[in-house]
């Protein structure tokens, strides 16, 4: 299976300040990549998907993400923090069990971003 | 838009009791899966389905068991709960080469 690591199991931002999280992944092949966010006792919702169309990817509440073959680096970031944004961010990217990955995914450890006012 | 939805939300059972854990989409999505996630440990697969009557073992299998009759629903079942299940449950559905639609959870406690 390919993997996926997420470098800080917590980052704290002040309100307005830039958000990184990130995302390095394990593969030989160009991947699927998507960033998830989780808000407390919800379920996860995708926030962006890379699928080698763009490296730079725009998903919903202004956050962005850059994919660097070079950096096997999908780096989750958003310019200005929102209280809103509090919640626990996941990278994931498809399974490659022999070609054939049915959609299975694999998850990083999580992010927590908390946003301080 | 009900989206994927998990019932129940809330369970505590006692160690060596039975449960089922019930997921239903209203995707018409062919591939569904179920999660568990623990702290610091994100989300690992348990069981997966890519198709009416087809199940295939995941990550984290051991202990569980599901079925899929029907295209819309997934099941997950414990026939003897233990401590360490307790977690978090996820449900999510899709289609090949497209992210997951997660349902909300089931959190369930074993004592």
């Known amino acids: 299976a390919q993997s996926v690591t997420q470098l800080g199991s917590h980052v704290s931002v002040s309100e307005g300040a830039l958000v990184l999280l990130r995302c390095n992944y394990s593969?030989?092949?160009?991947?699927?990549l998507f960033w998830y966010v989780q808000y407390p006792n919800q379920g996860l919702q995708l926030l962006l998907k890379?699928?080698?169309?763009?490296?730079l990817v725009k998903g919903i509440n202004g956050f962005e993400a850059e994919f660097k073959k070079s950096e096997t680096s999908f780096h989750l970031t958003k310019p200005s923090a929102h209280m809103s944004d509090a919640a626990e961010y996941f990278c994931a990217n498809p399974w490659n069990a022999g070609g054939t990955s049915y959609g299975k995914l694999t998850f990083g450890q999580g992010t927590i971003l908390t946003v301080h006012p | 838009n009900a989206g994927v939805t998990q019932t129940p939300k809330f369970r505590v059972l006692k160690t060596g009791q039975s449960m089922t854990l019930l997921c239903a989409q209203d995707m018409n999505h062919e591939y569904m899966y179920w999660y568990r996630q623990d702290p610091g440990m994100g989300l690992r697969l348990i069981h997966y389905?890519?198709?009416?009557?087809?199940?295939a073992k995941g990550e984290v299998p051991d202990g569980y068991n599901v079925s899929r009759l029907k295209k819309q629903n997934f099941l997950l079942g414990l026939e003897s709960a233990a401590p360490s299940q307790t977690s978090v449950y996820f449900c999510?559905?899709?289609?090949?080469?497209?992210?997951?639609?997660f349902g909300d959870g089931t959190r369930l406690s074993i004592l």
């Open positions: 890379y699928t080698s169309a763009a490296t």
């Open positions: 999510a559905s899709g289609d090949p080469g497209e992210p997951q639609h």
């Open positions: 593969s030989s092949v160009p991947p699927y």
């Open positions: 389905s890519v198709g009416e009557g087809t199940t």
